[in-house]
């Protein structure tokens, strides 16, 4: 784990609340694996609050990028980071991601939940399938660079606005179909809200591939310490920022 005072490289407003954080770290980005996270300290904020959270979107050339939404007053606070001002920033924390895959990668994200499969997307040699859902299609992030990965995109949108009308289970389930008809091999990658996560976790295990589930729990202290971050899994109750976020689908209890 790294802790240090990184410059503000970028910090760009996409629009529905949701913003990229560019900060620089060589080390940082060189350590960082897929599906790990980092604790901010938001500068605005007091001493004595506390750190919060984020998914690492990507990690190349010596940067850092998060994905977030403006949700409470810490991100908000976060907003008024400017190009140029210095956050300190642990990292990278927790378990994440393999970068190995069999076959075909599956990736299926809800909202930001999408941001740890970019940098997944990155780093995986196989070919890749966005499953990307919300509730419209300006809920659908960052399309654009995941197609400059060479990631195919198959997306659904509630309000049919986007993409397949209704879950993104659908186009997944239309892929796993095709593949299991073809006799090819997939493993499943997912980050997302809890139902989301469920129910790709449960497809994994009735299909008998490999499935990796990224929790999301309110992480405080992000080292262990607090046990504010619990998942009930197999094993009894593990702590997201040291044994997850990320867990095989087999292992949670839900």
Not at 11 to 29: K, Q, T
Not at 82 to 99: A, I, Q, R, S, Y
Not at 105 to 113: E, Q, S
Not at 207 to 222: A, K, L, Q
């Amino acid at each position: 784990m790294i802790a240090q005072n990184c410059r503000t490289i970028e910090h760009n407003d996409i629009g529905g609340g949701y913003r990229y954080l560019v900060f620089e770290s060589p080390e940082m980005a060189t350590a960082m694996i897929p599906g790990q996270f980092v604790h901010i300290r938001v500068p605005a904020l007091e001493e004595s609050a506390l750190r919060r959270p984020f998914s690492v979107f990507d990690a190349a050339d010596g940067l850092v990028t998060v994905l977030y939404k403006t949700v409470g007053r810490g991100t908000a606070a976060l907003n008024g980071v400017k190009v140029g001002d210095t956050v300190n920033v642990m990292g990278p924390l927790g378990h994440g991601f393999p970068v190995k895959c069999e076959g075909t990668a599956l990736l299926v994200g809800g909202g930001y939940g999408v941001a740890p499969l970019h940098l997944l997307a990155r780093r995986l040699a196989t070919p890749k399938i966005l499953f990307i859902g919300g509730r419209t299609k300006d809920d659908l992030l960052a399309l654009d660079r995941f197609k400059k990965l060479g990631v195919e995109i198959r997306a659904a949108t509630n309000d049919g606005s986007f993409g397949e009308k209704g879950f993104v289970t659908i186009p997944l389930d239309a892929a796993i179909a095709e593949l299991k008809t073809k006799g090819e091999k997939f493993a499943l990658f997912t980050c997302g809200p809890d139902g989301l996560l469920k129910a790709v976790a449960d497809r994994a295990i009735a299909n008998g591939v490999p499935g990796h589930i990224s929790m999301d729990r309110h992480m405080i202290c992000g080292v262990g310490a607090c046990y504010a971050c619990i998942q009930k899994t197999v094993r009894g109750n593990s702590r997201c920022c040291i044994e997850g976020p990320v867990f095989r689908s087999e292992d949670l209890v839900w």
